[in-house]
């Protein structure tokens, strides 16, 4: 079965600190996708990353970056230089590879930044 | 380009009522997902279909909830009769089927309080 487990579920920092929100997976498919979702407090569910199980190079986004292990089944992303609006509720998700399939969430990290 | 669209974006209503919830999808998208966010259970998905076409409704809480999808353009999800445990945010979201897993968009919600 797919599983998505979210350990962290809050996390409060200070303005300029950098953050980690670890994600872990389980799944018996061999390849597959991994996603990342930003829900802040307006309470849309905003896309920011998607992950092919076959490409584990690092990905940076401006402040953003992801780090995907598969030795681990982890998907981690690192905010660097959090500011004040990056505080929102995280998911990260799974898929199956084949297309048609849905989502598979974790229950999501609440991260607090204060100025 | 329009997201995903829904309607109404808040809805109060009395246990016993029937409740529609309305979605639109990306104009060109022919997945669509109906999903349920409750501070206890996190997101999870209700139904989804493929071409208009119900995948898996193994979410759907119950017969009090029934969903459809007449064309490629439109959805909607029915409560009825409305409980107050059925108080959350619905969200909708759309996808390209294509031929590897593509990314969700999903629309603001619908916040529902059910008294």
Redesign the interface.
């Known amino acids: 079965a797919q599983k998505v487990t979210q350990a962290q579920t809050e996390i409060s920092v200070v303005e300029k600190e950098d953050v980690t929100l670890d994600c872990v997976y389980e799944t018996r498919d061999t390849t597959?996708?991994l996603?990342w979702?930003k829900q802040p407090p307006s309470?849309?569910?905003?896309?920011l990353i998607?992950r092919?199980s076959f490409d584990e190079q690092n990905e940076i986004s401006g402040r953003y970056s992801w780090n995907f292990q598969k030795s681990t089944s982890s998907f981690n992303f690192t905010i660097t230089a959090s500011q004040v609006v990056d505080s929102a509720v995280y998911?990260c998700a799974l898929?199956?590879?084949?297309?048609?399939?849905?989502?598979i969430?974790?229950?999501?990290t609440t991260l607090s930044v204060s100025s | 380009d329009a997201g995903v669209i829904q309607s109404p974006r808040h809805e109060v209503t009395e246990m016993g009522q029937e409740v529609t919830l309305r979605c639109k999808p990306i104009s060109g998208h022919n997945?669509l997902?109906w999903y349920r966010q409750t501070m206890m259970r996190?997101?999870e998905?209700l139904i989804?279909f493929?071409n208009n076409v119900p995948?898996?409704d193994s979410g759907m809480p119950e017969d009090r909830f029934s969903a459809k999808m007449p064309n490629a353009s439109f959805s909607t999800l029915k409560i009825q009769p409305s409980e107050p445990r059925d108080s959350a945010?619905y969200?909708c979201?759309s996808r390209l089927?294509?031929?590897?897993?593509?990314?969700?968009?999903?629309?603001?919600?619908t916040?529902l309080l059910v008294l």
Not at chain 1, 43 to 47: K, Q
Not at chain 1, 95 to 103: E, R
Not at chain 2, 97 to 109: I, R, V
């Open positions: 597959y996708y996603f979702y309470g849309e569910l905003v896309f998607r092919n998911f898929s199956a590879h084949q297309a048609g399939t849905a989502l969430f974790g229950k999501g | 997945s997902f996190g997101l998905l989804y493929n995948i898996d945010v969200f979201a089927l294509a031929g590897a897993q593509e990314t969700q968009y999903f629309g603001p919600g916040r």
